[in-house]
């Protein structure tokens, strides 16, 4: 299976600034990677994906970096809104395609 | 376009009551059907999940069960509530490859 984590559980950042997510997993069997984002009481929404055959993908706003050789990625939001204020997680697809989620960062968006 | 429901939105029930929380999907047909648990501030466990009517697989040991009893409908079932079953629940669905889940909206579940 997959094990994933994130660094940090919490992250404050002033509007307008990037945000840099960080996520860590274990599988280096894993071809697929899903960032998804979770406002308060709702259920998470998908942001962006990316295979283990790319390094970076670019979405509206979002980039998500994957870099297999440390088993890390990223997500990236840029000119960060206070819509973006939500809690991250990122998940994992392992061969038995269950997803495995990070417990999750929190981020919050300062005015 | 496909949806899914999940309700109720918020229940709160006493410890040693039956529950039963209920999702559908539409717009798909055969779609894996899962259902996560969430503890505040915590990640997603999965609890079950049925990749068609009446084939249900359990992730932990645990108080709660699963049914399936058409394609698009998922329902979590308990005979008796603990405190620790408190949490919020959500539905997801996949499609055959699971590489996406599309979750419902939750329930905010509270046994007191």
């Known amino acids: 299976g997959e094990s994933v984590g994130l660094h940090l559980p919490t992250l404050s950042v002033q509007e307008g600034d990037n945000s840099i997510i960080n996520c860590a997993y274990s599988?280096?069997?894993?071809?697929?990677f899903i960032w998804y984002k979770q406002e308060s009481g709702k259920g998470p929404q998908f942001i962006i994906d990316?295979?283990?055959?790319?390094d970076k993908r670019q979405g509206q706003r979002v980039t998500v970096l994957l870099n297999k050789t440390v088993k890390h990625l990223s997500l990236q939001i840029a000119a960060t809104q206070p819509g973006d204020s939500a809690v991250y997680f990122c998940?994992?697809?392992?061969?038995?395609?269950?997803?495995?989620f990070g417990a999750g960062t929190t981020v919050t968006v300062r005015a | 376009s496909q949806t899914i429901h999940q309700w109720p939105a918020t229940l709160v029930q006493p410890v040693g009551s039956p529950l039963s929380l209920e999702c559908t999907v539409e717009?798909?047909?055969?779609?894996?059907l899962y259902w996560y648990r969430q503890a505040a501030g915590r990640g997603l466990q999965l609890l079950f999940y049925s990749v068609g009517i009446g084939q249900i697989s359990s992730e932990v040991p645990q108080n709660l069960s699963a049914s399936r009893p058409q394609d698009r409908q998922f329902i979590l079932s308990s005979k008796k509530l603990l405190l620790s079953d408190s949490g919020f629940y959500l539905c997801a669905w996949g499609t055959a490859n699971n590489e996406k889940l599309f979750f419902g909206s939750g329930t905010q579940l509270s046994v007191l």
């Open positions: 990316i295979r283990s055959n790319m």
């Open positions: 717009g798909t047909s055969n779609p894996n």
């Open positions: 599988n280096s069997a894993s071809d697929y």
């Open positions: 998940a994992g697809v392992s061969n038995d395609y269950k997803l495995s």
